[in-house]
């Protein structure tokens, strides 16, 4: 199983058809950009490709509609491959700063660099000839960080393909929402827990109405998972563990729970690391434990939160 593998098959689709996701193909410093919400408008189509790269091919995301009339739709993601679809690949751990241009990456790409400490941790390392990134940016990367990250993963550009959304899109608000399953086993991590024990995962979140700017789009994006987003992990060993461990993880678990994230944020004064880490998890966890035929339940959704939030 090759992450960036499975990723640059993806992209491969999307190249072909590109305008069908309402994308734009550049080539900078020799490396391909696919552009699916910077200059072009993207879509939500843009965004279930976005994020199934982002987790390497392993997960299948849908948009399901609500019954209920009024509600929100949800971004659904379902995974055999929980910990290196959504650890070694979705997980936005790479903060590409090079100059005055800035990047959020995931993707594949990190687990070829692997400059996070996570993959101590998780294993899951790879080499690739032909390597895939996503980036969470405003702005097209310059030849300067395609350098960069070609040279990370040791690639010459002409490897390396990119595909780039900013949060304030269609395709970067999906991508994020589809988050899920990885902020439910980035919490599980940070606690201690094995993850090898994971051994599927499915979640949802709802989608919110694309905002306006950039910084309302992370309030909103947070918000979809913190006080809307479930995850349901099946598991094997012990129920002990799991009661233990459980009400440790959903979002309710952190005193800056309770309030949209923009509020939190302005809160610390737009210090994104003074915010409690443990914030950032599902409202609701579950586990089904394969062994036993139990499952624990575990944290509660906050409508009115969301609501104010969709809203504002």
Known sequence: MNLNQGAQA??????????????AISTVAGATVIDLGINAPGGHDAGLALA????????????????????????AVSTDHPVAACMASQ??????????????????????AAKEELFARIGCRETADEVVGVLETRKIPTPEVIDYIAKACRV????????????????????IVARSVETALHKLLELGFDLSRVERGTGTAPLPPVAADDMAAIGRTNDAIL?????????RGDDASLEAIGPRVPSS??????????????????????IDPLLFSPAVLAFRNLDTGYQHSFGHARPDVLAESFHS
């Not at 006080?227 to 598991?235: H, I, R």
């Open 10 to 23: 993806l992209c491969q689709r999307l190249l072909a058809d590109i305008d069908r996701f309402h994308g």
């Open 52 to 75: 199934e790269v982002c987790l390497a091919g392993l997960a299948r995301v849908e948009i399901v509609q609500p019954s209920e009339p009024h509600a929100w739709p949800f971004v």
């Open 91 to 112: 997980y936005a751990g790479w903060q590409i700063a090079i100059g005055q241009y800035f990047a959020m990456g995931s993707g594949p790409m990190r687990a070829v």
């Open 156 to 175: 010459a550009p002409e490897r390396l393909t990119l595909l780039v959304a900013p949060t304030a899109s269609p395709a970067g608000t999906l991508q």
């Open 227 to 235: 006080y809307g987003g479930e995850a349901t992990l099946s598991v």
């Open 253 to 274: 678990a952190s005193p800056d729970h309770g309030q949209p994230f923009a509020a939190i944020f302005e809160r610390y004064n737009r210090d994104f690391y003074k």
